[in-house]
C-alpha cells in the first residue's frame, strides 16, 4: 500500500480544541473548533469566516474545510465565458 496525503496533514493544532488551515503561502483559509454540543463533540468547520457545517470527526471536517477551498480555486463562470469578469 503507498502512503497517501490527506488534508489532515495541513491542520494545525493552535491551541487545545482549535484547528487552522493555510495554503502553502501561509493564507488561512479554514478554522475547526471542537465544540461540546447536546449531541455530544463536535468539530465546528469555517471556510474564510463562514460556518461552512459540523462534523463528528476531525478526519471530516478538515475534508470539509480542504473541499471548499479545493472548489474556490480556478474559474466560476461557464465554459464560454472570459475570465475577466
Request: aromatic residues 10%; charged residues 25%.
Given at each position: ?7 489532515i496533514?495541513?491542520?494545525d ?8 488551515m493555510?495554503?502553502t503561502?501561509g493564507?488561512?483559509y ?7 454540543t ?9 471556510f474564510?469566516?463562514?460556518?461552512i457545517?459540523?462534523?463528528?470527526s ?7 474545510a480542504?473541499a471548499a477551498?479545493?472548489?474556490s480555486l480556478?474559474h ?5 465565458e472570459?475570465?475577466?469578469?
Amino acid at each position: 500500500m503507498t502512503a497517501r496525503w490527506h488534508p489532515i496533514f495541513q491542520a494545525d493544532e493552535q491551541e487545545p480544541g482549535k484547528w487552522t488551515m493555510a495554503t502553502t503561502l501561509g493564507e488561512q483559509y479554514g478554522l475547526i473548533e471542537l465544540r461540546r454540543t447536546e449531541a455530544g463533540p463536535r468539530y465546528r468547520v469555517q471556510f474564510r469566516g463562514d460556518v461552512i457545517g459540523w462534523a463528528t470527526s476531525l478526519k471530516v471536517a478538515v475534508e470539509r474545510a480542504n473541499a471548499a477551498y479545493v472548489s474556490s480555486l480556478g474559474h466560476k463562470g461557464g465554459p464560454n465565458e472570459p475570465t475577466g469578469r
